[in-house]
């Protein structure tokens, strides 16, 4: 669809007529907070652990969950746009002041735009994309839990995986392995699913979440615990975990190929189930 319809502040409009002031401090100081939803078969994947996630980050940054339904509106863009695999975004930003000024008002109403994005639709026979991927050190801030708009490291780091010729950096701090730049990272060594805490270091990832869940109901140890980028390189598998990636193995990382350089058994295991 050339102009989508989008929801801008309670008001359904055409993509190209969604305006908002200069002086919103999104585009000012990134000061938002933004989600996004996978839609499959025209449904939404774990809508409540998302809104769950948008309550932990506004919570943390002082923004007030918006009095609308959110859920309510993407169901209807989705609906507008005869979307069946879909993405849908949320961004809620602390809204447009009078000046420019770091500390906000406490009356400022918060900006809420929603808008639902085609997705081809998931070739669930096909199992997980292989891809490759580089390291590079995380230069991120220290609340990652927050899924904040602040996202110049993550484009910076993604824009040289690109060069590269790969789908996806690896983030780590001294050598220890954090996430990838939009998706969590997940490796298996001795049939143990390895990944990152979910503490201030990552972003909680939902897909991550439901990962461990379904391991864990199919008797595969999970262990939350960091490992370092030497651990991943002597993984069996690596893996990625996000919301549009959906599971995706990791058959080379800086050129170096992952156990035989195939996506690995577990990682399409848990790509099936996960569409179960
Ligand atoms: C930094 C980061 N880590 C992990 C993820 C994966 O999270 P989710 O599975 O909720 O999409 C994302 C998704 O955008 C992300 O930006």
Redesign the pocket.
């Known amino acids: 669809m050339d102009d989508p319809t989008v929801y801008l502040n309670g008001t359904f409009l055409p993509l190209s007529q969604a305006k908002v002031s200069v002086l919103d401090r999104g585009f000012l100081f990134g000061d938002g907070i933004y989600e ?1 939803l996978f839609y499959h078969r025209g449904k939404p994947i774990a809508a409540a ?2 809104i769950a ?1 948008l309550k932990h980050s506004l919570n943390e940054v002082g923004i007030a969950y918006p009095d609308v339904d959110l859920l309510a509106i993407s169901n209807e863009l989705i609906a507008k746009q005869q979307l069946s695999d879909a993405k849908v975004y949320w961004q809620i930003t602390r809204g447009a002041e009078a000046v420019r000024y770091h500390v906000p008002k406490p009356d400022t109403k918060p900006t809420i735009f929603i808008m639902a994005e085609y997705e081809k639709p998931v070739d669930i026979d096909a199992g997980p994309a292989a891809v490759k991927a580089i390291t590079l050190p995380d230069l991120r801030w220290h609340r ?1 839990d927050i ?1 904040s708009l602040l ?1 110049l490291p ?1 484009c910076m780091a993604k824009m040289q995986a690109k060069q590269a010729g790969c789908a996806e950096a690896i983030l780590h701090r001294d050598g220890v392995v954090t ?6 990272l997940l490796i298996v060594k001795d049939g143990k699913l390895v990944t990152h805490p979910a503490n201030h270091w ?8 439901n990962l461990i869940a379904i391991a864990k109901e199919h008797d595969i140890d999970v262990c939350e615990a960091t490992f370092t980028v030497e651990d991943m390189m002597a993984a069996d598998e690596v893996m990625l ?5 959906l599971v995706a193995g990791v058959t080379h990382v800086d050129n170096t190929p992952i156990n035989d350089g195939q996506v690995g058994p577990i990682t399409r295991q848990l790509f099936q189930w996960y569409f179960a």
């Open positions: 996004v652990d998302h996630r990652c899924k996202l993550n996430e990838g730049t939009s998706t969590s990552i972003l909680g990832g939902i897909t991550r979440l975990g996000g919301t549009t990636t």
